[in-house]
């Protein structure tokens, strides 16, 4: 009876998880190309014994696992089987460059790295006293070597222990690890489960990577708490998605994807099927974007709004008005507000966005300066997105007080970008900034200023930045310029870089 009393109170994110895959008998958790690659039957043990693996590797409760693999359905289980044990799960961006790792790892000092083979070498060398363990994305790897025949419990974690931290970049400094508890996630997902009318009859189309909030926890999550089965994709390629719609009922994606999928022929009328509900967030969906996908299709995405520090905090309607531009109204739980200084912003007039509740993360890992910089008394996080507020409070997004590009979907803080090219031989000074891509968003272009004497062109440039950055912050566009303009405080005046380069990225 104790141990059945305390079982019961485990906020273990992955206890909860559990009980719905009890309920789900045979049905496939997740689906590649027709197969079933995990089954809800299965989760128990399979995460029980990796798990076990993990503790086997020396791994506890509270320890961080780093984790930069491939998307499989390993990788899947891996996450939860992290959870299992209550360690605290760190996903990387598999674009992450060993430069960057290295800092990853100094900062989180991980108990377990786990990386894909071909990496092992480069990674032992960075990983200090860390185990190192490798996943490949057919599930060969050392992972899998010695998995024993038992397992382990689902460890107890209160609310408020640490399930997750996702590394976000700022404008300033190195990026910062957002500590989300197990009580930030699974109240973020359980509201969004009954926003978004989540059912065990739903099918979610997976297109997402699996290292951030959205396709780790917007889609995993929401998949997992409503015991629906995901059809899993490892890339992107439309007409496949497009032929799922017959069988499938939920997608979420970026802006990019829908642009992608009105690009295609296949998208006609007709091409809908089951589905019955479309997601978008991570950037803004383009009004026409918007528009010409209910024209085509009949359905309007339902665009919503978050953070990885906050999970999801606003959505659309599902039953009411899904008004493209606008990212809706604020989660059931969740309490937000439009800032003008210390002053609520007057309805429909500009202000930061704040926001506060269950969902809002514990902080910065091993950063109380950064955290305390970016909360208000009350516990009210700061955004750093500019928006409205209407009379009946749905939001609209209009800008942004941090200096970020979003291409595709992923953050890129020109500052990183800034840096790495001020170093470079003959560089003088540089200013980054996003203009206008038709597929992306966003891309990045890098205005440079050479050193008296100097020679630069944007083919050296871009060699000299190559293994420093992910290949998905490198500018697109790279323009040597004499100087570059500024105000009278002597501040660069990124805004008039952007009207002079607004049409470089149009034709990609
Ligand atoms: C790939 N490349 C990119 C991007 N993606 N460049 C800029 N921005 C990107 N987003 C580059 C690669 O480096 C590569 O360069 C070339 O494009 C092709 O790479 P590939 O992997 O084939 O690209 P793709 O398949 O076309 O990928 C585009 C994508 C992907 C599907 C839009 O970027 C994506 O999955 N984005 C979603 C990211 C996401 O989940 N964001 C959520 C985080 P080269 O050819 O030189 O090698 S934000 C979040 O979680 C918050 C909480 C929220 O609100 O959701
Ligand atoms: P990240 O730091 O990766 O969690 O990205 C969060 C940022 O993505 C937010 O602060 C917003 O600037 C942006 N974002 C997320 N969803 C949307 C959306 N629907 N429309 C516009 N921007 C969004």
Not at 440 to 449: S, Y
């Amino acid at each position: 009876m104790a141990q059945e009393a305390v079982i019961l109170m485990n906020s273990n994110i992955l206890a909860r998880f559990l009980e719905v895959a009890q309920q789900q008998g045979d049905k496939p958790f997740l689906i590649e190309d027709g197969h079933a690659i995990a089954q809800f039957a299965d989760l128990e043990w399979d995460t029980a014994r990796l798990g076990a693996r993990l503790a086997d590797l020396g791994a506890g409760p509270g320890d961080r696992i780093v984790v930069q693999v491939e998307k499989s359905a390993d990788n899947v289980l891996l996450y939860l089987a992290a959870q299992r044990l209550g360690m605290v799960y760190v996903p990387l961006n598999t674009a992450y460059t060993a430069g960057e790792l290295a800092y990853f790892l100094s900062d989180a000092e991980p108990t377990i790295v786990v990386c894909r083979p071909a990496d092992e070498e480069a990674v032992r060398a960075l990983a200090g006293d860390a185990e190192v363990v490798t996943l490949g994305e057919d599930g060969s790897g050392s992972l899998y070597d010695d998995v024993p025949d038992r397992g382990v419990y689902v460890a107890h974690r209160e609310p408020d222990d640490l399930a997750a931290i996702l590394y976000t970049s700022g404008t300033t400094g190195r990026s910062k690890g957002a500590m989300l508890t197990h009580g930030n996630l699974l109240s973020n997902a359980e509201t969004l489960h009954g926003l978004w009318r989540w059912s065990s009859d739903d099918v979610l189309i997976h297109i997402l990577p699996i290292y951030h909030v959205h396709g780790l926890f917007v889609a995993i999550h929401g998949a997992l708490l409503a015991g629906a089965t995901v059809l899993f994709h490892r890339c992107f390629d439309p007409a496949k998605v497009i032929a799922q719609f017959n069988s499938a009922t939920v997608l979420m994606g970026v802006p990019t994807h829908y642009g992608r999928l009105l690009n295609s022929p296949e998208l006609t009328p007709n091409a809908c099927g089951q589905m019955r509900l479309f997601i978008s967030g991570s950037a803004p969906l383009l009004a026409e974007v918007h528009d010409r996908f209910a024209e085509v299709t009949g359905q309007r995405i339902l665009e919503r709004y978050g953070m990885t520090e906050t999970g999801m905090i606003t959505s659309n309607p599902y039953d009411g008005e899904r008004i493209a531009g606008t990212v809706g109204y604020p989660l059931p739980g969740e309490e937000v507000r439009v800032r003008d200084g210390d002053a609520d912003a007057a309805p429909g007039e500009p202000g930061v966005l704040e926001v506060r509740g269950p969902n809002v993360f514990a902080g910065y890992w091993r950063n109380p300066e950064k955290t305390a910089e970016e909360f208000r008394d009350g516990g009210w996080f700061v955004t750093g997105d500019i928006a409205t507020m209407a009379q009946d409070g749905r939001i609209t997004l209009v800008g942004r007080a941090k200096d970020l590009i979003i291409a595709g979907g992923l953050n890129i803080y020109p500052t990183e970008i800034e840096e790495a090219l001020d170093a470079l031989p003959g560089v003088e000074e540089s200013a980054v900034i996003g203009v206008p891509h038709p597929d992306l968003g966003e891309g990045v272009v890098a205005v440079v200023v050479a050193q008296k004497g100097a020679a630069l062109d944007p083919e050296g440039l871009l060699a000299g930045l190559e293994g420093q950055l992910a290949k998905f912050k490198r500018p697109r566009h790279i323009a040597v310029v004499d100087s570059l303009p500024r105000n009278a405080m002597g501040k660069v005046q990124k805004a008039e870089l952007r009207k002079v380069f607004a049409d470089c990225l149009r034709k990609p």
